[in-house]
């Protein structure tokens, strides 16, 4: 069986959800699939079987700089200060620096970032309001960020209601689905109507969003790593004019 050179899970942040846990593959002919773990604590043995000896890994999880009494990161206030809401790592704990350690141990040779799928979001909902989405693949997404910033993305998880919760899934997973973004799903990606809890449907769309930064690899000119490694980083999209921001320029 071929293995996955790029995985990313969408974990709970908090062990009181330990079902939600959600990991997306991409497989070596392209094809993005989104798995159900049953608890984060099989989420390593999982991964192990999935993901090739060097394969990317992509965490939905604080996994470094999650010590201290601050609430926030260095990173955490420079998201935040950017325009891309946070919340405190200490919601989430040291699970995922256990979790990280873990997967190390079991797949030396692979790379463990942290993700945040609304940082990856905003920055695509910008490109669609731009109408320049197809321009991320080539990465050139320069001067089409900033105009779109001040349009916020759908509220898929905080909506004040269950209807405008339902329209805002749809709206993410016609995002996924775009062919300017140039995914493929295989089975299909679930719609609202068809998932019977929309937490859950919100956690595989998290673990597609989580997913793009690898899709995409490091070298992309689109991928950007906020923060310092020891302190807290953060692997996210962003043009120049973000980055910038995030740099606090």
Request: glycine content about 10%; overall charge positive.
């Amino acid at each position: 069986m071929s293995r996955s050179r790029v995985l990313a899970a969408d974990l709970p942040w908090s062990a009181a959800h330990p079902d939600r846990t959600r990991i997306a593959v991409l497989s070596p002919s392209g094809v993005v699939s989104v798995l159900a773990v049953g608890s984060p604590r099989a989420l390593p043995a999982v991964i192990a079987d999935l993901a090739a000896p060097d394969a990317h890994i992509l965490l939905d999880i604080p996994i470094r700089g999650c010590t201290g009494r601050a609430s926030f990161r260095p990173v955490d206030h420079r998201l935040a200060g950017a325009g891309i809401p946070v919340l405190p790592w200490t919601g989430a704990g040291p699970r995922g620096a256990r979790l990280a350690r873990s997967i190390r141990r079991r797949l030396p040779d692979a790379i463990v970032d942290e993700v945040y799928p609304y940082a990856i979001l905003r920055v695509l909902w910008a490109l669609v309001g731009t109408r320049s989405l197809a321009a991320l693949r080539a990465g050139a997404i320069d001067g089409h960020v900033e105009p779109g910033w001040r349009r916020w993305p759908p509220r898929y998880k905080r909506a004040p209601t269950r209807r405008t919760r339902l329209r805002a899934l749809a709206r993410v997973r016609r995002l996924l689905e775009d062919p300017a973004l140039g995914l493929a799903f295989e089975p299909p990606l679930p719609g609202p109507r068809e998932a019977g809890s929309l937490a859950r449907l919100g956690d595989c769309y998290d673990a597609v969003l989580a997913l793009v930064p690898g899709l995409l690899g490091l070298g992309h000119p689109a991928v950007y790593r906020a923060g310092e490694p020891s302190r807290g980083a953060v692997l996210l999209l962003a043009d120049a004019w973000l980055r910038r921001r995030l740099a606090g320029g």
